[in-house]
């Protein structure tokens, strides 16, 4: 009988204890890969949506910048706007090459909510990778969809079935008749879930008129950013902040979270151990008699410590893989989950399989695990033989 099957067979018949102390590691296995997944999609995900806003610089009216970039990745209004004459301003600025002005709003169409955004000929210049069918909107109440947009107006509504039809819709507390004069091809980012129009028609129904709610800006040389930056702020009521700095806000609040969610999971884990040590205590006196014939037999001590530190770690190992699983499971659905935690959110999805994450969530309870084993297993391999034969 070889060392894997006495381990097996011990293991077997303690089927409710050892069941136990797998599921302890399973949990903590469980909530740290799917932190780890997670974390990781998000920030992927978010970084690629700042990438596709195409600008290094987003101007907006003073106050908290961060939180009027949160709203308008959601598709939000934002309650603070500009003069749009600050667009030229910002123009006339020697390091900027581009300055886009935005309106962001929405229409109701279908009975649901979708994101409409004002743009000019100036936002082509910052998304050269859109491919457009059809033409970009230059008249008055002329709209260009995002690809899942048209795909959803295809699929429901009767009287939209492509370019050059005209759409019904509220906006800005009235009916307004929008026409369809270009599609925007997929992109993967948020763009797909909006309609874009004409920097005029977006005032006009969201009731805006001369106002921008952001200018995305592109510089010429990103070493004279901060110099660019300082000359944005000089204009009145005008708050410039980087697309960096947006995303290092978002790492530093994930961060935070991350840590509280760490500590909890590695008290978990440690939770976990003292349990599988507890298991293989117990283990150790049911078996003394065992134990005692083993060593009479000719088991050295080596072998008896083996024997357990094998045991215990079995038993880690299977509960951390039980608990990846668990996780991917969580990881896999990682948009719903975090969608009642989190504002904001990336259009691509967040779920995601990670193998470095897989790897920390297994090997950290095994170690763990082997370190709690580690005086079970001592002290059985120190039982004396005569002592452990005489036990009832």
């Known amino acids: 009988m070889n060392m894997l099957t006495i381990v097996w067979d011990g293991i077997r018949r303690r089927k409710i204890r ?8 399973a949990i903590a296995a469980a909530a740290l890969f799917s932190l780890l997944s997670l974390r990781q999609g998000y920030e992927t995900g978010m970084k690629s949506e700042l990438e596709n806003m195409g600008a290094q610089v987003v101007a907006v009216a003073k106050g908290c910048p961060y939180e009027a970039i949160a709203v ?16 030229a301003e910002i123009g006339g600025i020697p390091n900027v090459t581009t300055a886009s002005p935005n309106v962001y709003g929405a229409f109701e ?17 910052l998304k050269s990778w859109w491919k457009i069918e059809g033409d970009f909107p230059s008249n008055y109440g002329e709209i260009m969809l995002g690809s899942e947009e048209h795909a959803a107006f295809i699929a429901n509504s009767d009287e939209y079935r492509g370019i050059g039809d005209t759409i019904n819709v509220i906006a800005g507390g009235k009916a307004a008749p929008l026409k369809v004069v270009g599609i925007i091809e997929s992109t993967g980012s948020k763009d797909d879930y909006a309609a874009f129009t004409t920097l005029e028609t977006a005032q006009r129904l969201l009731n805006l008129e001369g106002r921008v709610v952001s200018i995305n800006i592109q510089v010429a040389d990103l070493s004279k950013l901060p110099e660019t930056i300082a000359q944005v702020e000089q204009l009145p009521d005008v708050q410039a902040v980087t697309i960096a700095q947006v995303m290092g806000t978002i790492r530093n609040l994930m961060q935070t979270g991350e840590n509280i969610l760490l500590m909890v999971m590695l008290l978990a884990l440690v939770i976990g151990g003292l349990g599988t040590m507890n298991t293989m205590m117990m283990t150790i006196f049911e078996r003394t008699r065992e134990i005692g014939l083993m ?21 880690c190992f299977a509960g951390s893989v039980l608990g990846v699983a668990a996780g991917s499971l969580v990881a896999l659905a990682g948009d719903r989950v ?41 002290r059985a391999a120190r039982l004396n033989p005569v002592d452990s034969l005489k036990n009832e």
């Open 18 to 25: 050892t069941a136990l102390s797998m599921l302890g590691i």
């Open 72 to 87: 308008i990745m959601i598709g939000g209004q934002v309650p603070a706007t500009l003069p749009d004459t600050v667009t």
């Open 109 to 125: 169409y279908l009975g649901l909510s979708h994101p409409l955004i004002g743009i000019t000929t100036e936002e082509l210049k």
């Open 295 to 315: 060593k009479a037999i000719g088991a050295s001590d080596r072998q008896i410590f083996k024997l357990f530190i094998t045991e215990g770690t079995a038993i």
């Open 338 to 378: 975090l969608q009642y935690f989190v504002p904001v959110m990336p259009s691509q999805p967040v779920g995601q399989l990670s193998l470095d994450a897989a790897v920390v969530s297994i090997l950290l309870p095994v170690l763990l695990g082997a370190a709690a084993t580690l005086y079970p297993a001592i």
